[in-house]
């Protein structure tokens, strides 16, 4: 009886020791998780501002030098409509955002009940809350990928207006 008794107290320290292992991985891939949240928001911040930057730039143009250029303010009407755009995919990567914020504050409270109440939970229950976790970490990958592009275009948009204006003595030869 007595082995037997050993024997079940040995197995039950194995399972909580794996229960323990699970839900500390949860807590620092939750961690993580934050950690590139803020990351996408930061990114999110610096492409509104090089947005409004983009923006600017085209309505400078637009009030400075294409006023006798057809040709110029077609084309900044263009890139106006193209920054809109940009600004729609903006808000919906705020959108997505929000989302991964939202799942991962529910993974969060799974994973600090378990942490809390590891008795309650199975090593599968946690295994299971892991693969939830990877899984929002992947979607999160994704979207900073996207953020960052956007910040990329926005940085190659910015330079080719900086590029207009610096020639913009060749549109004199453009205006009709």
């Known amino acids: 009886m007595r082995q037997l008794d050993a024997l079940i107290k040995d197995v039950d320290a194995c399972i909580d020791g794996e229960k323990a292992k699970h839900s500390g991985s949860a807590g620092s891939s939750i961690a ?53 755009a940009i600004e729609e995919s903006i808000h919906d990567l705020d959108a997505q955002m929000a ?45 900073m990928v996207k953020d960052q592009e956007i910040n990329d275009d926005l940085d190659r948009r910015i330079e080719e207006l900086k590029h207009l204006r610096e020639n913009n003595g060749a549109f004199d030869n453009l205006k009709v």
Request: with cysteine.
């Open 32 to 84: 993580d998780l934050d950690d590139k949240l803020k990351q996408i928001e930061a990114l999110k911040t610096r492409a509104l501002e090089k947005l409004q930057e983009y923006n600017d730039g085209i309505q400078h143009l637009r009030e400075n030098e294409a006023a006798d250029c057809p040709i110029l303010l077609d084309t900044l009407t263009l890139l106006s409509e193209e920054a809109k």
């Open 99 to 143: 989302a991964l914020n939202e799942k991962k504050n529910e993974h969060k409270v799974v994973a600090d009940d378990a942490s809390a109440n590891p008795a309650t939970f199975t090593p599968k229950q946690l295994d299971d809350l892991n693969d939830k976790i990877a899984d929002t970490h992947t979607l999160t990958d994704t979207l």
